[in-house]
């Protein structure tokens, strides 16, 4: 994977906590996957006003998009955290670390967090879109 992904911290723009602000790729395929919710595979909302187990959720349905894929959180080059309250960036970024621990070494991609009034269902407190590249 270090061949085709290469991660960037150029020191000017200094070392950000569990992504990157630059990464390269050289890939065969890029992968989008649409934003993930804290739905089963059932559409049952999973940790309704629980942000930590909606987080989980929401991971757990970006594994499976990977693994669909054929890839794994190393695979990830780019990811876009929707939240409808940034006082849980903390945990968050547990989540996250969580995720991306799964794989050595542990992956870093590219992130863009928003805060935002609301998301498309009203129990939904997080929603991640991501690109991977294999």
């Known amino acids: 994977m270090s061949e085709m992904i290469t991660c960037i911290n150029p020191p000017d723009l200094g070392t950000p906590p569990g992504y990157s602000q630059i990464v390269e790729v050289k890939a065969g395929r890029i992968i ?7 739905l089963d595979r059932d559409g049952n909302v ?29 695979n990830l080059v780019k990811l876009t955290v929707f939240l409808t309250d940034m006082d849980n960036l903390g945990p968050y970024r547990e989540a996250r670390n969580r995720f991306f621990a799964s794989v050595t070494p ?29």
């Open 46 to 74: 999973i940790g309704r006003n629980d942000f930590a187990a909606q987080a989980e959720q929401v991971f757990r349905n970006l594994t499976i998009a990977l693994e669909a894929s054929r890839c794994t959180p190393a």
């Open 32 to 38: 989008f996957i649409a934003g993930q919710t804290a």
């Open 106 to 134: 542990p992956a870093a991609p590219a992130v863009t967090l928003v805060e935002v009034s609301k998301l498309y269902g009203p129990d939904f407190l997080i929603e991640i879109e991501a690109i991977a590249a294999a």
